[in-house]
């Protein structure tokens, strides 16, 4: 069955290091995305993906980088943890609804990634 | 800036009882979506309702929506403990046609169902 899987589920850094995580779909899907989520904020948009080579800010970009080399990975990277950067990671894929180019269709989240920086 | 707003934050009902959480949102949107959290999992698609519909219905779910009050509601009918989990509606960054939007999250409803 298709899935999409993020490694690792938890990970505990501390301030001013690089952490990467990572996100493998193999739905074959143009689309993906990280979010993070927040208590009192819900999820935020981080980057997302059209395809390979394309990435994109969103809500929350800064302190963030993602790249897409292949269809099936992107990978979130923290440049230099901050403790304000502690959160839970989601990363999504989805198609367009099918017979139009235009609305996100259906996300496939992935079980989230808990990073916190000490 | 967050796009849709979840109401209430919060709703504990007894086991059989019907549950109605609603989502208000700014901007026009090509689609609306909602989506359901078990605690510590991701989320799973629950049902998309596009802006030319106005209702839609998936087992035990009915979707609404308005486009003129910029209002969507989601009714889960004679729940079960495990419906237990929180409850999120999400839309596209921008409506109109032409582009694949981006969906943007509310802050979700939590849904305690007690048997």
């Known amino acids: 069955d298709a899935e999409i899987t993020q490694s690792p589920r938890h990970k505990i850094t501390e301030t001013g290091r690089q952490v990467t995580l990572a996100c493998h779909q193999t739905?074959?899907?143009?689309?993906m995305f990280w979010y993070r989520q927040d208590l009192g904020h819900g999820l935020r948009l981080i980057h997302y993906?059209?395809?390979?080579?394309?990435?994109n800010k969103g809500e929350v970009s800064d302190g963030y980088s993602v790249s897409r080399s292949n269809t099936e990975d992107l990978p979130l990277t923290l440049e230099s943890a901050a403790s304000s950067q502690t959160s839970v990671y989601f990363c999504a894929s989805s198609e367009p609804i099918p017979g139009t180019s235009a609305g996100t269709g259906e996300l496939f989240f992935g079980e989230g990634s808990r990073l916190t920086v000490l | 800036s967050q796009q849709g707003e979840e109401d209430p934050q919060a709703l504990s009902i007894q086991e059989g009882e019907n549950a109605t959480m609603n989502c208000s949102y700014k901007t026009s949107i090509n689609n609306l979506q909602w989506y359901r959290q078990n605690s510590g999992r991701g989320l799973v698609h629950l049902i998309l309702?596009?802006?030319n519909e106005r209702e839609k219905h998936s087992g035990r779910l009915r979707v609404t929506l308005d486009t003129s009050k910029k209002s969507s509601s989601l009714l889960i009918t004679a729940s079960r403990a495990a419906d237990t989990a929180s409850y999120f509606c999400?839309?596209?960054?921008w409506g109109g046609g032409g582009s694949q939007g981006n969906l943007i999250f509310g802050k979700g409803t939590k849904l305690s169902v007690k048997p």
């Open positions: 993906s059209y395809g390979v080579h394309d990435t």
């Open positions: 309702i596009r802006s």
């Open positions: 739905w074959n899907h143009n689309n």
């Open positions: 999400a839309t596209d960054a």
